[in-house]
């Protein structure tokens, strides 16, 4: 990613930067941000967008926006710049989380690592199944196969980022912004947990063999299919998730 550039717009980008429509817009505007820097939306030596466009996606006042960067700014996570190609640059390189600190992230879930998994699970499966009884046009195939390569050839310190926008991608193309904006909250609670966990090759082979059964399951318009495919590769990542967080199946 070049230094200084803004954000690609994709799924992830849409569904962290929508309008807050929440009591508070300040804490509100800091949730959506921080979210946006832990999706990888906004990656470290990246800009977010110009604070009159940002503002007014978000549908709040400049001055609100200004209060979240300045509270951002002070957490270390942002470092606003002045003059010509200036901004607001992400600064926050994210360690690898310990599996101590992944227990913690656990421990914060309402209802626990069962019910986050079967929340993702209904979200991901009906948004794909969707898809394939209805169909896609011309322009969202290409989307959607677009989406699956940019996974098979990201680089392991990009995949996250990648995976996460191939899942939301099918949720976009559900045609639910609701959709979209509930299953990127799950995701990013799941990135937290899997962060923890070393990505190894075959893992990620493995789950992009999967990924293309996805998409070719969708592009048929198979809905059996689609609900078999995508329920393997979720079950794949909790097996996983269990294993390593030592959380037993129930």
Known sequence: MQDGAEPQVGPAFGAVFRTVRGGNAFEETVERLLSAIKLGVVVP???FPAERDLAARLGISRITLREAIRALQEAGYVEPRRGRGGGTFVTYVPPRPSREEALRV???????LEDLFAFRRVLEVGAGVRLAETGLTSEQRQLLNTRLAEVEAAAVEDYRRHDTDFHLTIAELAGSASLSTTLADVRMRINELLNAMPMLARNLEHSNVQHRTIV???LAQDP?????AIGEHLEGSEVLLRAFLGEPRP
Do not use: P, V
């Not at 656990?106 to 626990?112: A, F, I, Q, V, Y």
């Not at 059996?224 to 078999?228: E, F, K, P, W």
């Open 106 to 112: 656990l421990h914060t879930l309402d209802g626990g």
């Open 224 to 228: 059996d299919a689609t609900r078999a």
């Open 45 to 47: 030596g990246e800009r």
């Open 216 to 218: 070719e399951a969708i």
